[in-house]
């Protein structure tokens, strides 16, 4: 039977830090999905205790904020060619992506204030692009929030699809398509447009329609 060692014989553990703890919840969010990313799941891949962390990281709502920082740094940067609504529906494609690949980040993004400096990048980014087409400052200041918003509840509604969420879909289509034109005259007669195009194509005209709608509606 082996004899259990000395604490003094062990090697000592690095030092937390708030880039350690961050870097160690990525590596459990790729492995294991957002699901799986609590204090507790943490503390135990940092072998340390959950109170330990909360001298750096508040809580499970802040811990998901500052992974969604880190992540926003794969979101790319804007094309060199294009005009400027093009480069700005580039980058919000690149932002939603990002939360594709990341399951369960979506619906984090929701509540999640990022404040790191790829969330702050990536405002810039957009306000410049904004800037670019002279939209003016403070049309800009609400449409980026709302430029998120959309993208954000996009990737929400669309990265955790599952087999049931197709059948749901596929029963409500059939309603659409067979609504009576007596009852419901404009959705009998819209039905086929209702439930027209794919997911990207739909995506990239909401992008658009906001964009234009941003660059013309003062703010009162």
Do not use: C
Request: proline share 7%.
């Amino acid at each position: 039977m082996t004899a259990p060692r000395s604490r003094r014989e062990r090697p000592a553990k690095p030092a937390l830090t708030r880039a350690g703890i961050i870097s160690a919840a990525l590596a459990i969010l790729r492995a294991e999905g957002l699901a799986r990313l609590t204090m507790r799941r943490l503390a135990q891949e940092l072998d340390t205790g959950a109170a330990s962390l909360y001298v750096y990281v508040r809580n499970t709502v802040e811990l998901h904020a500052a992974v969604l920082d880190e992540l926003l740094g794969e979101v790319e940067p804007p094309p060199s060619a294009g005009s400027w609504e093009q480069r700005l529906e580039a980058v919000l494609g690149s932002y939603t992506a990002v939360l594709f690949r990341y399951p369960g980040l979506a619906q984090s993004a929701l509540v999640a204030r990022p404040r790191g400096d790829h969330y702050l990048r990536l405002v810039d980014t957009l306000l410049a692009l904004l800037a670019e087409g002279d939209v003016p400052r403070s049309q800009a200041a609400w449409g980026v929030d709302l430029l998120l918003q959309v993208a954000t509840a996009t990737a929400a509604e669309h990265a955790d699809e599952r087999p049931e969420d197709s059948d749901e879909w596929q029963a409500l289509a059939a309603v659409i398509r067979t609504a009576s034109p007596e009852k419901y005259p404009h959705l009998a007669a819209s039905g086929p447009e209702l439930l027209s195009g794919a997911p990207g194509e739909r995506m990239s005209w909401a992008f658009r329609a906001l964009i234009a709608g941003i660059a013309h509606t003062p703010r009162t």
